[in-house]
């Protein structure tokens, strides 16, 4: 199922711009279907990476792909299974439905504007001004708006689902992210605290960096470190194993948690 440019140009409307909705729709050829059809994670990778690089084509989107790329072998590898690849299927047919209602929006902004270009009433260009407006604070609602947005797509997946096959694994997570709150939010935000065991048997220990308040712990399992340092990278700033990610990825948390393979040690400077 492999198409080319050639093969599967972007249908228009009558007016001239791009159908987005065919685009992604279209039972034939559309985004969505082709998605849903893909019989594996190598073939699921495939379609989204081709239909990622369709829609980001402007100078300077080459890097953001390639670290797309790597998320998505990340998040979706060879080893999926079937049962868990419909999953899979649904969190990126849900980030591509964001962009789909982004060039949605665009296209109808566009259209309205080349429409009211030929009205000549003081009042109705001062009302298509103010439609402008309006649009314009509605597309800076949308992350999706540059070639940048490629890099978001690998983040937000990881928001939709950490791996589905290891969802009955993520109680503890929760769990350790739920303790280091709690200490977090101790009466005394100055104070030094005691160390004390959590979720996993290491310890949690509260104290300061830099005259912040920072909660360290320790003795994390590798394998559930990555999924503690992202949910914990939202709510502030991360160290993973002694080192402050520069740029932060799926695959950048992974690789920090496994500097030390007998447990990670995570500290977590909330906002």
Known sequence: MQQTDEDDPFPKKPSGV?????????????????IESAPDARELRHETTVIVQ????????????????KELAVLIPDETTPEHLPEAKQAIIKILGELKNHRIAKADAYEREKAEASETTADTKSQARKRREEDKRRQRIFTFVSG??????????????????????????????????????????TAEGPAVSHVFGGTLVRSHIGGKLAISANGIPVDKCRSVAWVLVN???VVINGFLPERVTISTLETLC?????????????K
């Open 18 to 34: 791009t159908d987005w909705e065919k685009l992604f729709e279209d039972p034939e050829v559309g985004y969505f279907p082709r």
């Open 54 to 69: 369709r829609l980001f084509t402007r100078r300077g989107d080459d890097g953001q792909i390639n670290r797309f790329l």
């Open 148 to 189: 940048a947005a490629v890099a978001a797509v690998a983040g937000l997946l990881l928001l939709v689902f950490i791996r589905p096959w290891e969802k009955e694994d993520i109680l503890p997570v929760k769990q350790l992210v739920l303790e280091m709150e709690q200490i977090a939010q101790a009466p005394d935000r």
């Open 235 to 237: 709510k502030g700033q």
């Open 258 to 270: 496994k500097e030390d393979p007998t447990g990670a040690t995570v500290v977590w400077v909330p």
